[in-house]
């Protein structure tokens, strides 16, 4: 008898260290359920080992350990154990998480998954550009809303769709085109007398009289300003066209590279696929030669002076042959834009030489100058490109001299004075001093 409760003493004990040792592991496991029935079901075997062992000298109730007796608290998820005597209740030696319920399906309705598809496809049954990362309030995101706007809503192709915006955008900006027509009308009307103004402050600038350069430089802005004459009024088109022109560039570009599947397809005649170059060259070819009349017919009518102005013009008319290599390269929906671009400045040029339309648009008639009534001859492109030569010369001459001039006034102020006479008028001047020979005598004695 007392064999056996030593027997059973130890067997306690055993269990007590089991059960410390898995509290540390469940510490260290975060409480896992996998790990925490792993152990409970170790620590079955072992008590199903040691009742075996014991069952025929001690009831089964007096063998379960103190930590395992708490029945309200404990729960076993199977009906049994094994190695377990019947005697012995599962729900006494595991102790589970409660299962968790199944999650709720969420609401779904028909008119969600039409607002889904409203979302992802638009009325053409294609992508929208906001679900693959185009659009937006940015300006290149407008002109692409606008673009998408023209495709699907007046069912477009995509070449009819870059036409239409083009030529809404270019009508928008016509007044604009109509303002930069009345002066440049006026600058060529009075071209004679403002050439013969700017070569006389030009002499007086070369010849460092500054004060006459400075004259006929107000007298020049007085004349300007009585004729309704303005240089910078010429600039407006380029100047309100260039945001347009980036702004239908970088979304054209980011449209074919996205891409857009629907552009492989929009394209006309030999350039079917608007997201690639055209591979026979004929659209850079295009935008290069009405490039080259645009800036042909434009600069005939906005020219300031013959020397100046021909000289931009042969720098703009190899502009033309720079861009060719680079535009061969350019998605054919790019080269589409700036095209269709060109085309609709060559038909508002040629429209605004229609003398009845320059009368109700209150153009002036140009004023044709012969050559020999012109104060400034026309030198060509070399002898414009060297009177500029020289002019620039002159120009850095004259800041340097007026440079040097400024540091001598300044060392001239600040050093001692330079002595630019003979005889200083603040001392007395010396009694010139006589020669012994040339003292005159006195007079004769008698």
Not at 1 to 24: G, I, K
Not at 95 to 121: C, H, K
Not at 317 to 345: D, E, G, H, K, Q
Request: hydrophobic share 45%; with cysteine; aromatic share 8%.
């Amino acid at each position: 008898m007392l064999v056996n409760r030593m027997q059973l003493w130890r067997a306690t004990n055993a269990a007590a260290a089991f059960n410390m040792s898995a509290a540390r592991l469940t510490t260290t496991q975060h409480n896992s359920p996998v790990n925490r029935r792993g152990m409970h079901l170790a620590s079955c075997r072992i008590w199903s080992a040691q009742l075996s062992r014991h069952s025929m000298l001690v009831p089964p109730q007096k063998l379960v350990p103190p930590a395992l007796m708490g029945a309200s608290a404990v729960r076993f998820a199977s009906t049994g154990a094994e190695g377990l005597p019947e005697s012995v209740s599962a729900k006494e030696l595991v102790d589970l998480p409660d299962i968790p319920a199944a999650p709720t399906p969420p609401a779904f309705s028909l008119e969600d998954l039409s607002t889904n598809v409203a979302e992802t496809v638009n009325a053409a049954g294609e992508a929208t550009f906001a679900s693959i990362g185009l659009g937006g309030w940015t300006p290149v995101g407008v002109v692409q809303n606008c673009m998408e706007f023209l495709h699907c809503t007046w069912d477009l192709p995509w070449w009819g769709a870059i036409a239409i915006g083009t030529l809404v955008v270019r009508t928008i900006i016509f007044p604009l085109v109509i303002l930069a027509q009345r002066n440049s009308a006026k600058m060529n009307n009075n071209m004679p007398q403002m050439q013969l103004l700017q070569l006389k402050m030009t002499e007086a600038r070369q010849s460092g009289n500054a004060i006459e350069s400075a004259r006929y430089a107000q007298e020049m802005m007085i004349f300007m300003r009585d004729k309704g004459v303005n240089p910078l009024k010429n600039m407006i088109v380029p100047l309100a066209q260039a945001p347009l022109f980036i702004s239908f560039f970088m979304g054209l570009r980011q449209m074919a590279n996205t891409p857009v599947d629907s552009m492989r397809d929009g394209g006309l005649f030999w350039f079917q696929d608007l997201t690639l170059a055209d591979p026979l060259y004929i659209l850079p070819l295009i935008t290069s030669a009405t490039l080259y009349l645009t800036i042909e017919i434009g600069t005939d009518s906005a020219r300031l002076s013959a020397a100046n102005m021909n000289t931009m013009k042969y720098v703009l008319r190899a502009l033309p042959l720079v861009i060719f290599p680079f535009t061969m390269n350019f998605p054919a929906a790019i080269l589409t834009y700036w095209a269709c671009s060109n085309f609709i400045s060559l038909g508002q040029v040629a429209v605004l030489r229609i003398p009845a339309v320059r009368e109700y648009f209150k153009i002036e008639k140009m004023l044709t100058h012969a050559p020999s009534a012109l104060p400034a001859k026309k030198k060509g492109f070399v002898g414009g490109m060297k009177e500029s030569w020289d002019n620039m010369k002159i120009t850095k001459e004259i800041e340097e001299r007026q440079r040097l001039d400024e540091i001598r006034f300044a060392k001239a102020g600040k050093g001692p004075l330079v002595k630019t006479f003979k005889h200083d008028p603040t001392k007395a001047k010396p009694l010139p001093t006589v020669e012994p020979h040339m003292r005159l005598k006195g007079p004769p004695k008698e």
